[in-house]
């Protein structure tokens, strides 16, 4: 798990002198060093026109053997990577075995440039984990960056003055020459979110399953190795129930096994909701049951588990997480979110995560993390990614009903089904404006249309902004964050839509390409986690176990009783869990992680959002109309009006972004 900082001159007037290089990349690093504080390493090519720069957080292999770059054993070819690569002694035996290759340590980030040697291109089908990389071919000039099929690890790039720069993150880019402006059109139409852009102009996240490649210096391509594939949705499921329930139950028992592989100690965040619930379970049954370690600690010791308690009880889940944590006899240890602390964390919870979040959840799980640094952890399992691929969102439920499952016959809604599915919208719609979001722009329109009218992006889209300056539209159009979303989707995919996928999986992929990689496994994940040091790894988002859920029938994701006409989410993960979790966690409906949005006027945050929100900060943005920010502090603090907190939250971030990074004010 670590920092990765890259410059590749794509045009060789643009290269610097090696010392020069070495000075960029050394302050490159120094701005991400965070992620990696227990070593650092930088290789420059002999012509000087790739430099790979990185920094190292210790997990697997802590000798020097593990520092990185990591050349192959003819010193050809040259890597840098980030994150985990499971099962790699698996692979590591292998290359051995059957091609004689000979391994200089025992990181498992060695076999990445062991499998490209042997194997070229087609080594990527063999990474299981999370990760991100950076590979140059010396011999070949073949230059290539890629990033794992979830997104899990953050991975941006650039070009400045004939230069290609990568690295983990934006702020990397700010000792290499690169003059941060804002992509207005990005913010506007939710490109940030719903694609590969960011909040910054020309800056691009590589997209979740690609690569990028450059061969002798020549044009970029971006090419798709690995996407979610659903099941014709008129082909009958011939697989007996129980059956389905073990293979959910033994796959992420083998995913969960996998990564509690490490050489320091691994914890566990610990929710009141099911999806931490079984991953806590299902760890503790392993080590207790089969004796396997947990990390670099012995099977004997007590296995350690975080979790967060906000001060407003509607929001607060450590008492619930508290039992299970006694159920299963492990140490917990909470962390207490009150105002105060998030206020205190706002600005610099907001530097690490690089772009906005409408909710101040983000910033429980920087505190989270540092709690865990400081306890000793440097590895922790999460339950990121079990609502995205067991439809566990109460906002997939009308595109669930949409269409009758034709694949599991032996349940269905029947003549219920429209009345259920009308019900459905209206409780969704009413849900987003309760909480401050527009829960009204859910009809059918183009844009849903190509989508085969499945209603889950407009839920993707009802948390935005409208205080934009008027220039904003003249040169940019409507910009419609729906547009976006249904862009972000290619051609053959919608038609796998329209023609052969159940509504349910086309919502399931829609949100996993949008929200899952962009905002859930960013401002939720990696980048509140590595902000201290400490790495995230989620069971959920191994393709093994994805793979294997995407073929299974959607009425076994959604569980629909005809008796109480009542729905249960995640059903097949309840049943497949029910041996490692309370009765409790087995029966409780999903209730979504985040912040208290009502909060006194005069508190903290009012004080703080009041220091923020100035007619001079938000001009200085360049893209907001002053007159209708200039109201939305006393609106949430006095009014308490949902909608408006929001988007003192938005504002604010912007701000604090635009003010660390020295962004160029829009015009």
Not at 407 to 421: A, F, H, I, M, V
Not at 469 to 478: F, H, I, Q, R, S
Not at 652 to 661: D, K, M, N, P, S
Request: net charge negative; charged share 25%.
């Amino acid at each position: 798990m670590c920092g990765i900082s890259v410059v590749v001159s794509l045009d060789e007037s643009s290269k610097k002198t090696k010392s020069e290089i070495n000075k960029e990349l050394d302050a490159s690093l120094d701005l991400i060093k965070h992620r990696g504080p227990d070593s650092r390493g930088i290789w420059i090519s002999e012509d000087g026109r790739v430099s790979l720069g990185h920094c190292r957080l210790a997990i697997n292999d802590l000798s020097p053997e593990g520092h990185q770059p990591l050349p192959d054993t003819d010193e050809e070819i040259y890597v840098v990577v980030n994150g985990e690569i499971y099962d790699h002694d698996r692979i590591r035996e292998d290359l051995k075995t059957s091609h004689g290759y000979k391994f200089r340590g025992h990181s498992d980030s060695e076999v990445v440039v062991a499998l490209y040697k042997i194997h070229g291109l087609t080594f990527l089908s063999e990474l299981r984990g999370e990760f991100s990389f950076c590979l140059y071919d010396v011999k070949n000039q073949f230059f290539m960056a890629a990033r794992d099929r979830y997104g899990i690890k953050p991975l941006f790039w650039t070009q400045v003055d004939g230069r290609l720069l990568i690295a983990s993150e934006t702020k990397a880019f700010l000792a290499l020459g690169w003059k941060p402006e804002w992509d207005v059109r990005s913010i506007a139409d939710a490109g940030w979110n719903h694609d590969q852009r960011t909040l910054f102009k020309g800056v691009n996240k590589l997209r979740p399953g690609h690569y990028l490649i450059s061969t002798s210096f020549g044009p970029l391509e971006s090419t798709c190795y690995w996407d979610l594939e659903y099941p014709d949705k008129n082909k009958v499921e011939k697989r007996t129930q129980q059956e389905m329930i073990e293979g959910v139950r033994n796959l992420l028992l083998e995913s969960v096994r996998l990564r509690l592989r490490a050489d320091v100690p691994v914890g566990i965040y610990l929710s009141g909701g099911i999806d931490s619930s079984v991953i806590a379970g299902m760890v503790a049954h392993l080590v207790k049951e089969q004796g396997v370690k947990i990390g670099s600690k012995d099977a004997a010791e007590r296995i350690c588990c975080f979790s967060i308690a906000f001060d407003d009880s509607e929001f607060d889940e450590s008492a619930i997480s508290n039992r299970t944590a006694e159920w299963l006899d492990v140490k917990f240890v909470k962390k207490l979110m009150n105002e105060e602390e998030l206020a205190k964390n706002f600005k610099e919870a907001t530097y690490h995560i690089e772009h906005h979040n409408m909710d101040l959840n983000f910033i429980g799980k920087y505190a989270l993390s540092q709690v865990t640094y400081e306890h000793g952890y440097r590895v922790v399992l999460t339950g990121e990614g079990s609502d995205e691929h067991f439809a566990g969102y109460p906002l997939y439920l009308p595109d669930f009903l949409r269409e009758e499952d034709k694949s599991w016959p032996q349940l269905t809604c029947g003549q219920d089904r429209n009345k259920l599915y009308a019900d459905a919208e209206a409780s969704i719609s009413n849900y987003y404006t309760s909480v401050g979001a527009d829960g009204s722009n859910r009809l059918p329109c183009k844009a849903s249309r190509q989508l085969n009218n499945i209603s889950t992006p407009a839920s993707m889209a009802a948390f935005q902004f409208s205080a934009f300056d008027p220039w904003v539209k003249e040169v940019y159009g409507t910009c419609l964050p729906l547009d976006t979303i249904s862009n972000n989707i290619d051609g053959r995919t919608k038609v796998l839509m329209q023609e052969k996928w159940h509504p349910l999986h086309s919502a399931m992929y829609s949100w996993t390409k949008g929200h899952l990689a962009n905002i859930f496994l960013s401002c939720l994940g990696d980048r509140v986690e590595m902000a201290h040091s400490v790495e995230a790894r989620p069971p959920f988002l191994d393709h093994k176990l994805t793979e294997y859920v995407n073929n299974l029938p959607p009425s076994l994701k959604v569980h629909y009783n005809p008796e109480t006409k009542k729905f249960t989410e995640k059903w097949i993960l309840r049943e497949a869990a029910k041996p490692f979790i309370t009765d409790e966690i087995y029966s409780r409906a999903k209730h979504p992680y985040s912040a208290p949005v009502m909060w006194p006027e005069g508190g903290p945050l009012h004080k703080l959002f009041e220091e923020l929100l100035t007619k001079e900060n938000v001009d200085q943005l360049g893209f907001l109309d002053w007159s209708k920010v200039k109201n939305y502090v006393d609106d949430a603090f006095l009014n308490k009006n949902f909608k408006s907190f929001r988007q003192c939250v938005i504002v604010a971030q912007w701000i604090v972004l635009g003010q660390r990074f020295g962004v160029k004010r829009a015009h």
